[in-house]
């Protein structure tokens, strides 16, 4: 089991950029892979990106591919999500998720372990 805390969230007017981040603890982290989910108000939690658990390979939703970037630091343990470009439509709460054995995941199901979440708004 792994401990997730996002941070990084704000306010941004549409074409600005935020950096998310997600600590996690535990000696393990780099060997889970890792993904960052989004969750409007009304909506279901939808996927955003993932990567592996070295990091060489990324997978994106296509609404915001050439936009965000998925990256990690595994000797520090952290976990982060580059949004540039930022359009109204991104508002949402960011989780990042933790999943042991699962190759670049996308449903919520197949991720174990979850952060408490970060706020994200793009003003237009």
């Known amino acids: 089991q792994v401990q997730l805390v996002e941070s990084g969230g704000g306010l941004v007017q549409a074409g600005g950029s935020l950096r998310l981040s997600c600590a996690a603890s535990?000696?393990?982290?780099?060997?889970?892979?890792m993904g960052w989910f989004r969750q409007a108000r009304g909506k279901e939690r939808e996927f955003a990106a993932a990567?592996?658990?070295?990091?060489?390979?990324?997978y994106y939703a296509d609404s915001v591919k050439g936009r965000f970037t998925i990256y990690r630091d595994n000797a520090n343990n952290i976990l982060y999500l580059r949004m540039n470009n930022l359009k109204p439509e991104d508002t949402a709460v960011y989780y990042c998720?933790?999943?042991?054995?699962?190759?670049?995941?996308?449903?919520?199901?197949?991720?174990?372990?979850w952060g408490q979440g970060t706020q994200v708004t793009v003003s237009s």
């Open positions: 998720a933790a999943g042991p054995g699962i190759i670049l995941a996308t449903t919520p199901d197949e991720y174990s372990d």
């Open positions: 535990g000696r393990t982290f780099s060997s889970y892979a």
């Open positions: 990567i592996n658990p070295s990091g060489v390979s990324t």
